[in-house]
């Protein structure tokens, strides 16, 4: 699971396994479209999967959409470090709130 306190989501999707200590190419198993998902109140939906699946060379993406819209999030980042991965959720979630 990722390091990360979801501030109040709940957690209903996490196979997220992913060790910023190796490198990307070394994970290919780990990097899935599908990772991680907490709803929050309101119908919030924070999503965060690997684009494109198994490519070493691509990217987190974290979207925080409302009613199942994944075609206008609210909220859209792509990162490839653990502190812009959190830095990015954290911005998701304020948003929220």
């Not at 306190?5 to 910023?20: A, L, M, P, Q, R």
């Not at 290919?28 to 999967?49: H, K, N, R, T």
């Not at 199942?68 to 911005?91: G, V």
Request: charged share 25%.
């Amino acid at each position: 699971m990722l390091n990360y306190n979801f501030k109040g989501g709940e957690i209903v999707y996490d196979e997220f396994h992913t060790d910023f200590s190796l490198p990307f190419s070394e994970q290919i198993d780990c990097l899935s479209e599908d990772l991680v998902q907490a709803v929050y109140v309101e119908d919030y939906i924070l999503d965060i999967g690997w684009y494109p699946e198994c490519n070493p060379h691509g990217a987190f993406v974290i979207k925080l959409v409302k009613y199942y819209n994944w075609d206008n999030p609210f909220f859209k980042a792509i990162c490839r470090s653990e502190s812009e991965l959190i830095n990015n959720i954290t911005e998701a979630v304020d948003f929220i709130k």
